[in-house]
């Protein structure tokens, strides 16, 4: 007898992690993604050892290889006047945490996991599926989703898994209070992603490069076999005491359009070659970061959580979609475990696995971002024991991640 399949609501990065997930554990799922297609969204992530180990037992990390840039380093310089401060080897990832570093374009990443799923026959995708309602009871869910014509279907499984994103409608069902809601952090990430050519050689090395400066951080990568270089600029709002109608503007702005002049303007005191790349995309896209309270349990009955729904975090250890697959990872053994009689308890171990680690990442990601900020003296006593401290010693200090 076919079991009835697990719900996935969106197929972003968390939902099809989970959907290989569990068609590994021998679970059946149906994935419903708003979007009408899989397209070019987003820009660069870099994938730690923690994320594709597990995006090889998928099959997925394969076929990233050809689109991926390893980087043989992590450069970190200050930015106002670009001094070296530390470089960190990644060349041997492999041998220390057991899985390569890749640094990928998200499309790429999405592609290599629908590939498999596609061809996986445990799962079904959906796309322009938007999820619209849930009930659950002790033997399961039903679901409602509408296409883009108005139109609503609906469905049942064993259990509901919410990969819906920062806005989850899934979490907004499980945990109505009004203190959990995405809420603005007063940092926006600025997004370009441009073909390298436009760029001098030195932009695109093989390695991922962090400038730190007062209450703004630069990362830039090579992607995509070395064709495109993809620029992040972090910045906190409040610089020059922007205050609260910034803030609303730049919530109000999500995901659009950024202004450059701002942006140079912003670092207009950093050293020539970080301006010289912040010159060089014609436009960017303004991303301002949401954060949410950390929840007491990511699963209740026959749903959970699992991504940037259960545990948003600022993008500082770069590690919101490495939590996504290792959510997945977890979701899967949960279900081994437990799912062929109890579902709910398989949620349930599966929150429990979970909550500690995503939790300490999200509150460590808000730490990073206060230590890469720092201005004055604090910046000082940072960058010297950046350059003072062994590679080694830095990198080891990030095995808790990595390792897991
Ligand atoms: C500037 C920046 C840099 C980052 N860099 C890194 C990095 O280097 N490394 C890293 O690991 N992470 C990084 N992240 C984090 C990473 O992008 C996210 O954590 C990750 O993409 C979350 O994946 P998700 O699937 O949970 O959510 P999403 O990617 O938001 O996917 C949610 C999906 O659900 C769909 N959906 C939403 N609502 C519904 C509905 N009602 N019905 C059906 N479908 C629905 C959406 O269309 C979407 O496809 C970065 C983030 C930012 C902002």
Do not use: C
């Amino acid at each position: 007898v076919q079991r009835a399949p697990i719900v996935i609501a969106g197929g972003g990065v968390a939902g099809l992690s989970a959907a290989l997930g569990l068609a590994r554990a021998g679970r059946p799922s149906l994935v419903l993604e708003r979007a009408q297609a899989f397209g070019e969204v987003g820009a660069g992530l870099q994938l730690a050892p923690n994320a594709t180990r597990i995006l090889r037992d998928y099959g997925a990390l394969e076929l990233l290889r050809e689109l991926a840039v390893a980087p043989e380093h992590v450069r970190i310089r200050r930015g106002r006047d670009g001094t070296d401060l530390a470089r960190l080897p990644l060349r041997d990832a492999e041998q220390r945490w057991g899985a390569p570093w890749f640094n990928v374009h998200r499309a790429d990443l999405l592609s290599a996991l629908l590939e498999p799923a596609e061809q996986n026959s445990l799962i079904e995708i959906r796309t322009d599926a938007t999820l619209t309602g849930f009930v659950q009871d002790e033997q399961g869910v039903a679901v409602s989703y509408r296409d883009s014509h108005g139109e609503t279907h609906r469905a049942s499984g064993a259990a509901l898994i919410g990969a819906d994103g920062l806005r989850s409608l899934v979490r907004a069902r499980l945990h109505e209070a009004s203190s959990d809601r995405p809420a603005y952090t007063g940092h926006t990430a600025w997004r370009a992603v441009i073909p390298a050519k436009d760029l001098p050689q030195a932009f695109r090395a093989p390695a991922s490069n962090l400038w730190l400066g007062k209450k703004a951080h630069l990362v830039h990568y090579p992607l995509r076999a070395g064709a495109v270089v993809n620029i992040v600029a972090l910045v906190e709002d409040d610089w020059r005491g922007a205050g609260a109608e910034a803030r609303e503007e730049s919530a109000r702005f999500w995901d659009q359009a950024g202004d450059r002049g701002f942006l140079l303007d912003r670092f207009g005191d950093w050293a020539a070659e970080a301006r010289e790349l912040l010159a060089a995309p014609e436009s960017w896209l303004r991303w301002p970061l949401f954060d949410r309270p950390p929840l007491d349990s990511y699963a209740r009955g026959r749903t959970a959580l699992i991504g940037d729904a259960a545990h948003p975090m600022l993008p500082y250890l770069a590690q919101g979609a490495a939590q996504a697959i290792e959510d997945s990872g977890a979701l899967a053994l949960a279900f081994l475990e437990f799912g062929q009689k109890d579902p709910g308890r398989a949620l349930a171990r599966y929150s429990d696995a979970r909550r500690p680690r995503a939790g300490r990442m999200q509150q460590a990601s808000r730490e990073q971002g206060r230590i890469y900020h720092m201005g004055g003296a604090p910046a000082f006593a940072r960058d010297m024991a950046l350059r003072l401290a062994p590679a080694g010693a830095l990198l080891a200090r990030q095995n808790w991640i990595y390792s897991a």
